[in-house]
């Protein structure tokens, strides 16, 4: 009788040994090569970067580099350990860390911080779910507060203006493009055609400049209401509610225009195809760079962005050729 009573709580126990068994990450070499790959990608990144920042800033970059560095020959010892040998780190420079690093040389880093701030955030979620990492883990905890304090009064209006100039130029692009697909569809004239893109391209960009003015400038006056703070790093963060303005309106006509400028010279259904291949690629680089700021899949950020640029101008064709045969 004891011993069937004892039974039970050895099957208990090794229940729960086998739980523990199947929740503990084997040693997986595929695993190991991609945290090998995205740390170099990111020793890269953080070198190019370096080459165009001043010192204070430079020196940060380089120490996360080398720690980074540090990573990727941790994960390629665990690899020895298994008999496998790997790529080093001149093999890894992906065209997503490429691009940050040329928008970085070219715009500064400081414009780049909030991308850096998705790049680390990721790079710490996958590791604490790695029980092999922890030390590397706590590392990007500080990486973290080491790319946050880069330029913290630039952050929030550097993360603002992306925003705003990211998805002005996709907003116009879209609605432009939708705007003479539709007309195309109508069967109306290329003068018709070319005056409604020209109209949408300054109503929707004067829209969206009107918006953003009173947006920013709304949130300046509530706090300037608040006077118990100091308000003054606050409002340097939101930016001048002209420039928002500006930028808003710049980004969208960009974006509108692209889908026009193939009426200025052509007509029918060669300016239409015209347009939507400009607008195609125009849509996937969009995409492509919107994946920068929240840090997805950049062919896949890309090929979503193209899909819903194609089934928006696609039913506004399919209007304008239900409106044709309707009154024409």
Known sequence: MRQDADAGPRVGRRFLASLKSRRRPQSDPRR?????????????LYRQLAEGADREHRDVLLELAAAEERHARYWQEKLAELGVETSDIDDHQPVRRRMLSWLGRRLGVRMIVPMLERLEASERARYAREPEAAAISADEVVHAQLVTGLFPAWRTRASGFLRAGVFGLNDGLVSNLALVAGMSGGDVGR????????AGLVAG???????????VRSQHELLDADVLADARPERA???????????????????AAIPVVPFAVGSGTAALMTACGLAG??????GSTISLVTNRPLVRSGLRQLLIGTLT???????GLSVDSVIG
Request: aromatic fraction near 12%; charged fraction near 10%; hydrophobic fraction near 55%.
């Open 32 to 44: 190991y090569q991609r945290y090998v790959e995205r740390e170099f990608e990111n020793v890269h």
């Open 191 to 198: 003068d018709i055609v070319l005056l409604a893109g020209l």
């Open 205 to 215: 960009a004067g829209s969206m400049a009107a918006g953003e003015y009173i947006s």
């Open 237 to 255: 963060a939101l930016g001048s509610p002209v420039g928002a303005a500006m930028s808003s309106f710049i980004a969208f006509a960009a974006g």
């Open 281 to 286: 690629l125009a849509l996937f680089a969009v």
């Open 313 to 319: 101008a696609g039913s506004t064709y399919l209007v």
